[in-house]
T-cell receptor, first 113, second 113 residues
Framework: NAGVMQNPRHLVRRRGQEARLRCSPM?????VYWYRQLPEEGLKFMVY????????ESGMPKERFSAEFPKEGPSILRIQQVVRGDSAAYFC???????????FGPGTRLTVL | AQTVTQSQPEMSVQEAETVTLSCTYD???????LFWYKQPPSRQMILVIR??????QNATENRFSVNFQKAAKSFSLKISDSQLGDTAMYFC??????????FGGGTRLMVKP
């Protein structure tokens, strides 16, 4: 059973471009979580999704950020018109239910030039 | 909202010795989970140990054990017989009914030979 997969592992974008980060949860997991880790800080919750539904997006910035978890395919975290402050590591986690532990992917390191 | 505090930004320990990492949290909930995650230089988030709040017995996993003091809202991690591979960032995390994980700021642990 493969773990949580994220791609790309590293992503470089220029200011104003779009960034798309993908997350494939573990097999059998229908709950996906996105976290952001700024340098030298802990992870901060962004959004919690189940298949085709956003359950909690209280940690998402109001503008430029969006997330989806379609019926088929990976979860996508999309950042439009990236700025230097978006540079961070973005982690995805999945779980089989809302009360189980979350398993983390390896993260995507986004660098905005 | 829950908060998690790790008051030790950095710690060091000699190989084979014991070290304790501190964590305190604030919540009004009664049922929750607590976790310690390890983040080595690879940045992968690795679950070290978990504790259910309703269990009075402290969790142990081989060389890792916790001292869970519910009334004091304290959840410290003890690493016995420290090994060089234990060198990493350690994050304490709180899992509430809202499903998100709230992380502390982390403690950087250096195991010295």
């Amino acid at each position: 059973n493969a773990g949580v997969m994220q791609n790309p592992r590293h992503l470089v974008r220029r200011r104003g471009q779009e960034a798309r980060l993908r997350c494939s949860p573990m097999k059998g997991h229908s709950h996906v979580y996105w976290y952001r880790q700024l340098p030298e800080e802990g992870l901060k919750f962004m959004v919690y999704l189940q298949k085709e539904n956003i359950i909690d997006e209280s940690g998402m910035p109001k503008e430029r950020f969006s997330a989806e978890f379609p019926k088929e395919g990976p979860s996508i975290l999309r950042i439009q018109q990236v700025v230097r402050g978006d540079s961070a590591a973005y982690f995805c986690a999945s779980s089989p239910s809302s009360v189980n532990e979350q398993f983390f992917g390896p993260g995507t390191r986004l660098t905005v030039l | 909202a829950q908060t998690v505090t790790q008051s030790q930004p950095e710690m060091s320990v000699q190989e084979a010795e014991t070290v304790t990492l501190s964590c305190t949290y604030d919540t009004s909930e009664n049922n929750y989970y607590l976790f310690w995650y390890k983040q080595p230089p690879s940045r992968q988030m690795i679950l070290v140990i978990r504790q259910e709040a309703y269990k009075q017995q402290n969790a142990t996993e081989n060389r890792f054990s916790v001292n869970f003091q519910k009334a004091a809202k304290s959840f410290s991690l003890k690493i016995s017989d420290s090994q060089l591979g234990d060198t990493a960032m350690y994050f304490c995390a709180f899992h509430n009914a809202g499903n998100m994980l709230t992380f502390g700021g982390g403690t950087r642990l250096m195991v010295k030979p």
